[in-house]
T-cell receptor, first 117, second 113 residues
């Protein structure tokens, strides 16, 4: 089974702190994604990566950056945390985007609930 | 604009009853449509997948249907159990665009004993 792990389930940080959220997948997937999930808004894509050292902006990249130095690890960085970044953060991975096949299924981690005070 | 809309936003039913969740989408062209189940405080887990040529797919007590002409999908849950209490998210995979996963906002289901 695919396993996607995230470094923390719960995190509390103060405004202005630099925050690192780590995600690791163990199935050699090419694609990795970071989403945030807020009530009534569903999942919104922050950044995604389709290869090592490659990244693409999603719908809401402002205030975030990412790093993918190794294929299995994708990090989300909040350079200076703000209260409006309090949210549930979900990491996902997928094999490759072949469209019309099951290989594009996204596998999600358990999520990190971040609170910024 | 590619969009996925789900209804109702929330639903409460008694254990043992059936229910149907709706998903309408404007994504075109698309390659597949998935339903995910998300337990509280957990990441989503895939329940079913249908390509544009499939009409129905079952996974135990969960049955998904797809009408590609009207761009509608439904998820039917039979003989609900307390463990079905979760959010159900419809995701449509587009075949074009920079990134392809279009998420609905989900339906929150509560099953009461």
């Amino acid at each position: 089974d695919v396993k996607v792990t995230q470094s923390s389930r719960y995190l509390v940080k103060r405004t202005g702190e630099k925050v690192f959220l780590e995600c690791v997948q163990d199935m050699d997937h090419e694609n990795m994604f970071w989403y945030r999930q807020d009530p009534g808004l569903g999942l919104r894509l922050i950044y995604f990566s389709y290869d090592v050292k490659m990244k693409e902006k999603g719908d809401i990249p402002e205030g975030y950056s990412v790093s993918r130095e190794k294929k299995e690890r994708f990090s989300l960085i909040l350079e200076s945390a703000s209260t409006n970044q309090t949210s549930m953060y979900l990491c996902a991975s997928s094999l490759e985007e072949l469209g019309g096949t099951r290989e594009d299924e996204q596998f999600f981690g358990p999520g990190t609930r971040l609170t910024v005070l | 604009k590619n969009q996925v809309e789900q209804s109702p936003q929330s639903l409460i039913i008694l254990e043992g009853k059936n229910c149907t969740l709706q998903c309408n989408y404007t994504v075109s062209p698309f390659s597949n449509l998935r339903w995910y189940k998300q337990d509280t405080g957990r990441g989503p887990v895939s329940l079913t997948i249908m390509t544009f040529s499939e009409n129905t797919k079952s996974n135990g007590r969960y049955t998904a249907t797809l009408d590609a002409d009207t761009k509608q999908s439904s998820l039917h849950i039979t003989a609900s159990q307390l463990s079905d209490s979760a959010s159900y998210i419809c995701v449509v995979t587009a075949t074009s665009g920079t990134y392809k996963y279009i998420f609905g906002t989900g339906t929150r289901l509560k099953v009461l004993a």
